[in-house]
T-cell receptor, first 116, second 114 residues
Framework: GAVVSQHPSRVICKSGTSVKIECRSLDFQATTMFWYRQFPKQSLMLMATSNEGSKATYEQGVEKDKFLINHASLTLSTLTVTSAHPEDSSFYIC????????????FGQGTRLTVV | SQKIEQNSEALNIQEGKTATLTCNYTNYSPAYLQWYRQDPGRGPVFLLLIRENEKEKRKERLKVTFDTTLKQSLFHITASQPADSATYLCALASASSNTGKLIFGQGTTLQVKP
């Protein structure tokens, strides 16, 4: 199947700093990617839909100025957590499809963010 | 309000038995429903997709059913093995959106004991 790669897999940062997470589709092009957040023992919560060449679509309750998404190419979307706080500590996961919207989604391996 | 619920947080079964996981939804009109497996600290891995006009899908030891009248999907693992121990997530995509964004249930953690 298609491969989606995230980097870094783990990051620790200080409160108030910003962290960038990359999501790449390695062997296909993705006009749309999705960003999820997962707290311990909870399910994936959709944060936003990343659209190549246009603005991301954020889910209700997700601060767009806090979680900046850039999808500048067909193989790369980035999520920047700005002015991170301990409550932003979570597992962030991206996904993409190599075919239509009604097919299987491929997920990255996730990024564990810890804000200290 | 819209909800997607997996009935059990945890399920423990003996090796060789069939595991049955349940996913119910309310106030959605899914175009399709998917099942994923997630291991600790990893991203989900796709298992099966079933569309709104399909009743049943199979893949090796896996079977999924979809009842749009009951608003329910059942996921079965037959001849379960300890290696099947993981968290299983159901997810649906609404028919009203063609972006394919997935809404996930909270997951069921399956433990298969030898």
């Amino acid at each position: 199947g298609a491969v989606v790669s995230q980097h870094p897999s783990r990051v620790i940062c200080k409160s108030g700093t910003s962290v960038k997470i990359e999501c790449r589709s390695l062997d296909f092009q993705a006009t749309t990617m999705f960003w999820y957040r997962q707290f311990p023992k909870q399910s994936l919560m959709l944060m936003a839909t990343s659209n190549e060449g246009s603005k991301a679509t954020y889910e209700q309750g997700v601060e767009k100025d806090k979680f900046l998404i850039n999808h500048a190419s067909l193989t790369l979307s980035t999520l920047t957590v700005t002015s991170a706080h301990p409550e932003d500590s979570s597992f962030y996961i991206c996904s993409a499809r190599d075919q239509g919207w009604d097919t299987e989604a491929f997920f990255g391996q996730g990024t564990r963010l810890t804000v200290v | 309000s819209q909800k997607i619920e997996q009935n059990s947080e945890a399920l423990n079964i003996q090796e060789g038995k069939t595991a049955t996981l349940t996913c119910n939804y309310t106030n959605y009109s899914p175009a399709y429903l998917q099942w994923y497996r997630q291991d600790p600290g990893r991203g989900p891995v796709f298992l099966l997709l079933i569309r709104e006009n399909e009743k049943e899908k199979r893949k090796e030891r896996l079977k999924v059913t979809f009842d749009t009248t009951l608003k329910q999907s059942l996921f079965h693992i037959t001849a379960s093995q300890p290696a099947d121990s993981a968290t299983y997530l159901c997810a649906l995509a609404s028919a009203s959106s063609n972006t394919g964004k997935l809404i996930f249930g909270q997951g069921t953690t399956l433990q298969v004991k030898p």
